[in-house]
Structures are given as structure tokens and as C-alpha cells.
């Protein structure tokens, strides 16, 4: 890869934004390379939770680079960086936010399931002042994030907000110094890889598209026939859970 650098660690794979002289804009050759290692994430058994982040300390990404964003006039198969539109993953994704995350950083970090970020970072959906559209997602998931009003506010407006304030708002789960992010974004994983794999991709999937359903009667029913419902259903790490509690030791989750 020569535009993101990508690392595996104790079932977490680190995808990293490698663009730092331009903020971690993202080129068409980027946007490629995350189509390959969220593909090779989301098909490696092994590998649990990514997280994404960039490389320095000034961005986590400051969305296209618009010198060479429209060379190739089209996104790969799963949309803005590979990511907004992988609605069938069911893997967590981690932001971790450790500077700029503008336009389609913003987008980025809005698909991710989880929002760690710097007391540095800060957020916004600029793309009207270069005439511009957020259509990689912001627009939609912002909105459905932290409520019509509020999302209007920062959309028509173009306004960047701090990292402490998307907290208040309800897009940033935690908000930390710089120097301890890593060890946050650290501790989230462990807390994660605390439970089955399988438990927690069902779980995703089962709010995401529950999400969509008319309403939770209809939700409630609809979730057995949930792909990653089903697959936990059956899986060796609902028996290996009943069998630890019922032995009183620690689970040794296999995520299948």
C-alpha cells in the first residue's frame, strides 16, 4: 500500500491514513486501497475490529483531495473510502479521530460504529463553501445521529465543531488529550474482545437494520432472519459461553 498503512494486533486491524503533508486527503489511489483492506478486513477470520486513523497529528482526514478527486470520476464498490457504503459489515469499526476530520473525513468517521477523539480534533461538513455536496453519507447519517435540528445547524452553515462539542451533540463517544488516544482506542478494543465476536456482530446488525424496520414490534420480529442473528444463533461461541459461565471460567471465543 502506498497511500494507507494497514496492522494487525490481537484481532484489531489499524488501517491508517498515510497523507499527512496534505492532512490525509484522500486521492483515488487511497480510495482504492481502502476498498482492499476493508474487503480483506471483513473476510479475515481472525481479525475482530479495525480501526481507523490517520497518520500525524494534524488530520485524520480532510476529505478529497480536490487537486485529482474527480481523475477517475467514481468511488469503489463499497462507496467513499471503501467504507460508507459496506452496510452488510458487521465487524466494529473505531474511529479514532486525531486531528481535522473534514468533508469525507467526517463521512468516514460518521459510518464508523464508535468516535474516539483527541481534545484536538474537530468536525464539519465544509463542501458548500467549494460549491460542493456532502453525498458521501454526512448528510444522511449525521442527521440520524444527532437529530434533524442540530444536524441542519452545522450542515447549512458549513461550521466545524470541536471534539468536545460533538460530544455534547452525540456523535463522539470519548474525548481524551492527544497523547492518549492510543491507549484509549486500546482499551475500547480490549473491552470489545471482552465478549463473543459473533454476540457483537450480531448486535450490530440486529440495531442497524432494526433501525429500519417500521418500528420494534417489527423489528423484534424481523431479527431472526437477521444473516449475523442467524449465524450467532448457531455459532461454537453461544455454546462455549454457557459452557464457561456453567464451569465458572473465562470464555475462549473462537468468533465462529
Sequence with gaps: MDFIDVTFENHVTT??????????AINPEMHAELQ???DDFAADPD????????????AFCAGSDLKVANRH???P???YAGLIERFDLTKPVIAAVNGLALGGGFEIALACDVILAADTASFGLPEPLVGAVALGGGLHRLARQIGLKQAMGMILTSRRVTAAEGL?????????????LQATVQRWCADILRASPMSIRASKETV?????ETDVEAAIKAQPAYPAYAAWAVSEDRTEGSAAFAEKRLPAWKGR
Design 77 to 79: 464498490k463499497n462507496g
Design 168 to 180: 455534547n451533540l452525540g456523535f463522539v463517544n470519548e474525548v481524551v488529550p492527544a497523547a492518549d
Design 15 to 24: 488501517i491508517t491514513l498515510n497523507r499527512p503533508a496534505v492532512m490525509n
Design 47 to 58: 481479525q475482530f475490529i479495525a480501526v481507523v486513523t490517520g497518520a500525524g497529528d494534524r
Design 73 to 75: 470520476g467514481r468511488y
Design 36 to 38: 482492499i483492506a476493508f
Design 208 to 212: 442497524m437494520r432494526g433501525l429500519s
